[in-house]
């Protein structure tokens, strides 16, 4: 897989809270890959309770913003995906169930299941995808982790 520096920066109000463990910071900024897509390197910037994305500097519209529950920022996955490259024909939503297919790499996903299955192993989340308003929302690290690792 190419290679290509990958950034998630999440910030806002709720995300201040987090200035005990991240002294003086306005957000919480992530190298978290190394990616291309083409040609083009790609940085992502998410921010909390923002409908929109920054990709490689193009701000990019979300019907749903990133949100923190219980401790995590969720992220829609269809717009990480796209983030990161992955076109909505790689995309496949079933009965609960979501998998992301670009190229080499194969992420499994299903609602209310801590379990996520890339390229066919398994591993345990600490959390579950949901549905919010229609949309999939699972914490950016567990795709981007996955990412990394292929």
């Not at 083409?38 to 921010?47: D, E, L, Q, R, S």
């Not at 979300?62 to 790689?90: C, H, K, Q, W």
């Not at 996520?116 to 982790?145: C, F, H, W």
Request: aromatic share 6%; charged share 20%.
């Amino acid at each position: 897989m190419p290679t290509g520096p990958v950034n998630i920066e999440l910030a806002g109000t709720a995300i201040n809270q987090t200035d005990a463990l991240f002294p003086g910071s306005e957000g919480i900024k992530w190298h978290i890959a190394d990616v291309v897509d083409g040609t083009n390197k790609i940085n992502t910037v998410f921010t909390v309770n923002s409908n929109v994305f920054i990709k490689n500097g193009v701000i990019v519209q979300m019907d749903v913003a990133p949100y923190i529950s219980d401790g995590r920022v969720f992220v829609p996955v269809r717009y990480l995906a796209n983030s990161l490259g992955v076109t909505n024909d790689e995309l496949d939503f079933n009965n609960n169930q979501v998998i992301i297919n670009k190229g080499h790499i194969n992420i499994e996903l299903e609602i209310d299941n801590k379990v996520i299955k890339v390229n066919g192993q398994e591993s345990m989340m600490d959390v579950s995808p949901v549905i919010l308003d229609g949309r999939t929302m699972l914490p950016a690290r567990y795709i981007t982790e996955a990412w990394v690792e292929l």
